[in-house]
C-alpha cells in the first residue's frame, strides 16, 4: 500500500511559480510511475505531467510543456512538480498519482494510488 500526500497549493498571480510536492509512503516508490493530475470546477480529471521510476523519462501535457517541470528524488520519497509562468485556465486542484506498471502513462484510469489533492488558484 502507497499513501500520497500532497502540499505546496495556494493562491498565486498570473504569471507567478509554485512548486508542488508529494511525499510518498512505503517502500516501492522508488519503482514506480509518478504523475500529476489536475482537476478544474465541472472539468474532467486531466493529465498534466508524469515520470519515470529512474527519472530519465518525463512527459507532459501540451497545456504545460516549457512551463511546468516534473522531478523525483527517491531518497526522500517525494515528487515534484515546479509550475512557472502560471495562468488562470491553470486553476484546479492538483493530485499526485503512482502506478505500479513499468509503463509511463497518462490515462487517469491506469494508476493505482491517488493523493487526496491540493488547490492551485491562479488569479488574472
Known amino acids: 500500500q502507497v499513501q500520497l500526500v500532497e502540499s505546496g497549493g495556494g493562491l498565486v498571480q498570473a504569471g507567478g511559480s509554485l512548486r508542488l510536492s508529494c511525499a510518498a509512503s512505503?517502500?516501492?516508490?522508488?519503482?514506480?510511475?509518478m504523475g500529476w493530475f489536475r482537476q478544474a470546477a465541472g472539468k474532467e480529471r486531466e493529465f498534466v505531467a508524469a515520470i519515470s521510476w529512474s527519472g530519465g523519462s518525463t512527459y507532459y501535457a501540451n497545456s504545460v510543456k516549457g512551463r511546468f517541470t516534473i522531478s523525483r528524488d527517491n531518497a526522500k520519497n517525494t515528487v515534484y512538480l515546479q509550475m512557472n509562468s502560471l495562468k488562470p485556465e491553470d486553476t484546479a486542484v492538483y493530485y499526485c498519482?503512482?502506478?505500479?506498471?513499468?509503463?509511463?502513462?497518462?490515462?487517469?484510469?491506469?494508476?493505482?494510488?491517488w493523493g487526496q489533492g491540493t488547490q492551485v488558484t491562479v488569479s488574472s
Open positions: 512505503g517502500r516501492t516508490f522508488s519503482t514506480m510511475t
Open positions: 498519482a503512482a502506478d505500479r506498471g513499468l509503463l509511463v502513462r497518462t490515462r487517469w484510469e491506469e494508476y493505482d494510488y
